[in-house]
């Protein structure tokens, strides 16, 4: 890896001080540094770095808004957040702005270098406690509410379910029934086990009979009376 660096940080000694680690790691070219939001996406206009290591909290323009920016004018800079604070009101608007990592101000040089890797690599470079507090975030959030059914379909059905009965009658596999629909195979089991229920059907043998019965598929070759 060679990465091309910004420094972004209000605070003249903490500034001096990541640039002078930064400078310590293997394969990281620190090119310019930055006292403000402004100042910093200047600098990416001017220099074009690989990355742009962003402090949030600075005067005139604070990191987030220096994130939306820079992602905005130079989607070829990535951008990772480096700073003392991980709290929602920090966290979220980074991300939400463009940030692809989130390091606090104790992480140390290998976890700086690792964050800036994974996000040259197209990944999320962000620290333990971060990813922590997006799982407890995610898990905090009730479930969406499940699809109501369509008054139109018969025994409750809901379109969903309609695609994964039609599917089935078409002789497609669990598996290519979720690459088709582009939904996980646990959830092709739950919609089939709950067309199943409503349908009143045992196995797929019955469910296809039940979806030529009600209209939502044609047995294949001439049907002979």
């Given at each position: ?34 006292k403000?939001?402004e100042?910093?996406v ?14 949030l ?29 991980a ?15 989130y390091?606090?101000k ?8 690792r ?8 990944e ?7 990813q ?17 059914p ?6 409750g059905?809901t379109?969903r379910e309609?695609?994964v ?5 078409d002789?497609l596999s ?6 088709r629909?582009?939904?996980s195979?646990?959830?092709?089991k ?21 979806a030529?019965v ?12």
């Open positions: 890896m060679n990465a091309r660096v910004v420094v972004a940080d209000d605070q003249s000694v903490v500034r001096e001080g990541i640039v002078m680690l930064l400078g310590l790691l293997p394969g990281i070219e620190v090119v310019g540094s930055a403000d939001g100042e910093a200047a600098l990416v206009a001017e220099l074009a770095p690989d990355v742009v290591l962003m402090d909290r600075m005067p005139r323009c604070d990191g987030a808004e220096a994130t939306r920016r820079i992602r905005r004018d130079h989607p070829g800079t990535q951008v990772v957040v480096l700073t003392t604070f709290d929602d009101d920090s966290l979220f608007p980074a991300l939400q702005a463009g940030a692809r990592g390091l606090t104790d992480a140390g040089g290998e976890e700086i270098v964050a800036i890797q994974a996000v040259l690599s197209g999320a470079g962000l620290s333990p406690s971060v922590r507090r997006l799982l407890e975030h995610v898990t905090a959030q009730p479930p969406p509410p499940e699809a109501s369509d008054p139109r379909l018969p025994d059905l379109p309609v695609e009965l039609v599917l089935i009658a002789g669990n598996p290519e029934i979720a690459r629909l582009h939904i195979q646990a959830t092709v739950s919609h089939i086990n709950n067309l199943f229920a409503k349908a009143g059907v045992r196995d797929r043998a019955q469910a296809v009979r039940y030529y009600r209209g939502f598929a044609r047995p294949p070759g001439p049907v002979f009376t």
